[in-house]
């Protein structure tokens, strides 16, 4: 859906909210009502598919790096939070005297 204003048309609306203490997204709701949905969906998906072809994309290689990456911070990041979780329990069971 293209949303395309003249100066004069934000101008006034806003006017008109100010002077009429309502809400401008009410004002605007109003101002912009969808004339056919079979055609804003339209315009949605070309306008997805052609800022999707403007994206970069990894490649394969790059992909994988941040796939190991991903994993080996993971594998990382869980052993460093078991390793704590069991050096906590440990601590609380000896304070506590519950061993």
């Known amino acids: ?17 100010a002077s009429q203490a309502i809400p401008l997204y009410i004002l605007l709701e109003s101002h912009l009502q969808m004339k056919n949905p079979i055609v804003a969906i339209q315009n949605l998906y ?4 052609s800022e999707l ?12 790096e941040s796939t190991v990456v991903v994993v080996s911070s993971l594998i990382i990041l869980s052993l ?20």
């Open 1 to 17: 859906m293209q949303l395309i204003y003249r100066a004069n048309d934000r101008t006034a609306i806003a006017r008109k909210a």
């Open 46 to 49: 070309n306008e997805t598919t």
């Open 53 to 64: 072809k403007k994206c970069s994309w990894p490649t394969r290689q790059e992909l994988y």
């Open 80 to 99: 460093f939070v078991s390793i704590a979780d069991w050096l906590f329990e440990g601590a609380v069971r000896y304070i506590t005297g519950s061993m």
